[in-house]
């Protein structure tokens, strides 16, 4: 990158770049972020007699654009600069026009200079640095392959088998030995000893098998096989008892990582699954739509049922039917005594549509009970979860009558208290983010202090540091979410280092070319999500009650605003009623388009209609701006607005009756780490209009089965809008090209069978390669457990300090 300013420096572009760096300077601003340098650029660009090149062709077109942040102090311009994903530079540039790199540590110092927070005096802030402990493990080199982790672990791996014979063929044969469910023993029993008994007696199992027809149940030869040392869990026929040993002979002899993804996904290890998700309200009914209570609750629910039948497959498929072992799923959450009518007041309730699937319900301890007999919101909820921890714990021992064989973790109260319980019980440990809120708020870290009455980050980004660090693996959902775009930085990408001022400074905070990442998309439930077309599955009492609560009933409870033409083409929208979800973006980007309003009406499902009843400051602020919008605008009589919680079956129902009248769904969120009524609103049919910021980038192709919109360009918005409703109007068949693409585009992507397959395969990958490398990661869990002791504790005490005062 230096190469690219010494280009600039060396060409005549060296007096553009210092009329660029005296206009930057203009704008009395000492910290840009890539938006602002872009415009800023533009800006300059256009009053250039050769603006085209200029702005399109020149080296410093190109320096712009990688440059993510500059930072002015009195003597130089500091660029931060991404020559690539996952890659961070930065150089200083002196008036002189000197060029000199700028280390982590100085870019940490300045920017805490810049918000006043520099006292080096004072021997400095602590410094984080994960980075030793990856230097133990291998790492992924090309950035395209980062969230494929577990291809290239199995790839390792299987060299290792290869290379490091002795110690990784021991490694494998103690492994298989492991397994056992309530005091069976699977796979290998003790008359087989060593490594090297065990490839001769797969040479005789095999020679055996051969005398079986492929069909033969294992029951027939079950004891034979015992003979030899071989317990059940190999599979349910000689044929798949076959294959499983003769996969083992292979990696004995050749091992491949092929082989090696094939075998280890299909031995019997996982029957026992913990997810945990603490916060908001975690029911099956009557939840959705509350603050904090969105798709993590849906994508859980749905993610439960998608396991437990891949479970039971694999214990039919592997023979462990015999010993009647039965799969179960709990998801561990918080018991809310006063649960508004909820079912989250029940310690335990069964989740539909599975035989062993259990939410459970475990208190808070009662602190102060002014808050903990209520629900708490996520930034809030600090203080509670170590105790609620060591509470759950026991119960969940008692429950599953021994400790789980996965654990996974959910957003980042759920991924600490994961971690907490993995290792107090060493079990596999998975996290999943959901949404790292680190990314959705402005300058959340660097003015963190500012922000920590309301929002408390200094607690939950220590907490996701920790959780992302002691994972044994991470599920993102996109490619994004871990490493971003060429332009943008993946949520993970930016905590990657950053500084807290004054509480500390990390360095290296994740590896992102570490093979822990696995993007796994999560799918859509398709009994309750399909396309509106399918009228023979809709039931039409559901279909005529839906469209008049959508657009006509009169009930104020449940609907604001009465449509002076409900049938023009109806734009949807759905979502909690949080800043980011920017329901108001869309409303005031309606209510500035006279032409839109021509055409369309404004339906939103979201939250609540009254201020008084909600107890979340976001939500009551997002509903005065609601109602102060409708009124600056006049959309009395163009927009709709139901403040009701649907049942799961209506909130299918619902897209396909926008469906029916040819209508859209814009989801105009500031950001959206993944969004699941995109892929629910793409599965109906609806033409969708989806952020692009976020995960929407990666679920639409943009004009092939869906479009792009910019939340922050409403003009931009609404023109993208209303250029399709034109083609509609002159080729009412565009509608429909659309809608069967967004309808192909989530089968063949997005599917919960894709996705579960996917994440019990790699918990047992990541099994085996926790166990062969437990060693190295004590030391990596020890560091982990001091940041929880010196810097979450404390921080989570005072906050609880604080609550006890309310
Ligand atoms: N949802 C709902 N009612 C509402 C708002 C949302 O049923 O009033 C559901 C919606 O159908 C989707 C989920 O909640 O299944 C929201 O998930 P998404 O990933 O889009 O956003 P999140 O709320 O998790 O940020
Ligand atoms: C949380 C979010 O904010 C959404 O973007 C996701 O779709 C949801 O969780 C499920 O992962």
């Known amino acids: 990158m230096t190469d690219l300013i010494q280009d600039v420096l060396n060409s005549d572009e060296k007096k553009n770049l210092r009329q660029f760096a005296t206009l930057l300077r203009q704008s009395e601003k000492k910290y840009l972020l890539r938006n602002e340098i872009l415009n800023t650029f533009h800006d300059y660009c256009k009053q250039q007699e050769n603006y085209e090149h200029l702005y399109h062709n020149s080296y410093l077109s ?83 392959n980062i969230g494929k982790g577990v291809a290239f672990l199995n790839r390792y791996l299987s060299s290792k088998l290869f290379y490091d014979r002795r110690q990784w063929q021991d490694a494998l ?57 071989f317990e059940p869990g190999w599979g349910n026929t000689a044929d798949r008892v076959h294959q499983s040993l003769e996969m083992l002979d292979q990696l004995i002899d050749s091992p491949d990582n092929q082989v090696l993804e094939a075998f280890l996904s299909q031995i019997p290890m996982i029957f026992r699954i913990l997810l945990v998700s603490p916060h908001g309200w975690f029911g099956q009914e009557g939840v959705l739509g509350r603050p904090d209570t969105g798709g993590q609750v849906v994508y859980i629910l749905d993610q439960v049922k998608g396991l437990e039948k891949q479970l039971q497959e694999n214990i039919e498929q592997t023979g462990l039917d015999v010993l009647g072992i039965q799969p179960k799923v709990i998801v561990l959450t918080r018991l809310i005594p006063n649960s508004e009518g909820t079912t989250c007041n029940q310690r335990l309730e069964k989740i539909y549509g599975t035989n062993n699937g259990w939410i459970l319900r475990v208190p808070f301890r009662d602190f102060n009970p002014k808050l903990t007999q209520n629900w708490i919101s996520r930034f809030e909820i600090w203080p509670y979860l170590e105790t609620f921890a060591i509470d759950a714990q026991k119960e969940l021992l008692a429950e599953f009558q021994g400790k789980p064989d996965l654990i996974v973790g959910n957003y980042t109260d759920g991924n600490l208290v994961a971690f907490l319980l993995a290792r107090r ?111 023979e599955e809709r039931k039409l009492s559901d279909r005529q009650r839906l469209e008049d ?87 009395h009589g163009k927009i709709r607005w ?50 692009r910021f976020g995960g929407p980038l990666e679920i639409i192709q943009d004009k092939v089965n869906g479009f792009y919109i910019n939340p922050t360009d409403q003009t931009e918005m609404a023109d993208i809008i209303l250029e399709f409703i034109a083609k509609c109007n002159h080729d009412p068949n565009y509608w429909n090209e659309i809608s069967q693409r967004s309808i192909e585009r989530v089968y063949s992507n997005y599917t919960w069978k894709i996705h579960t397959n996917r994440l019990l395969s790699l918990a047992k990958i990541y099994s085996f390669w926790n166990y062969t490398s437990q060693e190295q990661r004590e ?3 020890r560091y982990i457990e001091l940041q929880f002791h010196m810097i979450y504790k404390p921080r989570a005490k005072a906050l609880l300090d604080k609550h006890m005062q309310q």
């Open 642 to 691: 139901l403040g009701v919680r649907l049942p799961k079956g209506d909130s299918g129902e619902i897209y396909r009756v926008i469906g029916d009248r040819r209508g859209i769904f814009v989801q105009p969120a500031l950001f959206e780490a993944f969004g699941l009524t995109i892929l629910e609103s793409m599965i109906s049919g609806l033409p969708t209009f989806a952020t």
């Open 779 to 781: 030391d990596l869990l």
């Open 549 to 635: 609560l959508l657009f006509t009933l009169e009930d104020p409870t449940q609907a604001f605003g009465k449509l002076q033409d409900p049938n023009k083409r109806p734009i949807f929208s759905m979502a909690r009623l949080d800043r980011i979800k920017n329901l108001t973006g869309l409303a005031e980007c309606f209510g500035k388009s006279k032409e839109l309003q021509e055409h369309c009406n404004l339906i939103l499902i979201a939250g609540k209609l009254r201020s008084e009843d909600s107890t979340d400051h976001e939500e009551i602020s997002e509903i005065e701006k609601l109602y102060h919008i409708i009124d600056q605008y006049n959309l």
């Open 425 to 535: 019980m060493n079990v596999t440990h998975c996290i999943i983010a959901h949404a790292l809120e680190k990314s959705k708020y402005l300058f959340s870290n660097l003015y963190w202090q500012d922000l920590e009455d309301k929002y408390h980050f200094s607690l939950q980004f220590t907490a996701d540091l920790m959780a992302m660090n002691a994972a044994n693996f991470i599920v993102s959902s996109t490619y994004q979410e871990i490493v971003g775009t060429p332009d943008s930085i993946g949520q993970y990408e930016s905590y990657q280092s950053f500084t807290m001022p004054d509480l500390y400074h990390v360095v290296s905070g994740i590896e992102l070319f570490s093979p822990k990442f696995n993007i796994v998309p999560p799918g859509v439930n398709e009994d309750v999500y399909f396309p509106y077309t399918r009228t």
């Open 173 to 229: 044969f103690n492994f298989l030995h492991l397994h056992h469910y309530k005091g069976h023993q699977l796979l290998i029993s003790d008359r087989i000893q060593t490594q090297q008994q065990l490839s001769n007696c797969v040479k005789q199992a095999l020679t055996l098998l051969a005398n079986y027809p492929a069909d033969t149940p294992y029951e027939n030869f079950r004891w034979e096989l015992q003979n030899l040392g």
């Open 62 to 144: 190109k320096l712009v654009y990688f440059t993510q942040e500059i930072i002015l102090d009195s003597e130089s311009l500091c660029l931060v600069i991404r020559p690539q994903i996952a890659t961070q530079q930065a150089y200083r540039l002196l008036d002189d026009f000197t060029v000199e790199s700028v280390s982590i540590q100085e870019l940490l110092d300045l920017r805490d200079r810049l918000v006043n927070r520099h006292h080096p005096q004072e021997g400095g802030v602590l410094k984080i640095d994960f980075q030793p402990f990856y230097d133990y493990s291998p790492v992924i080199r090309d950035p395209k």
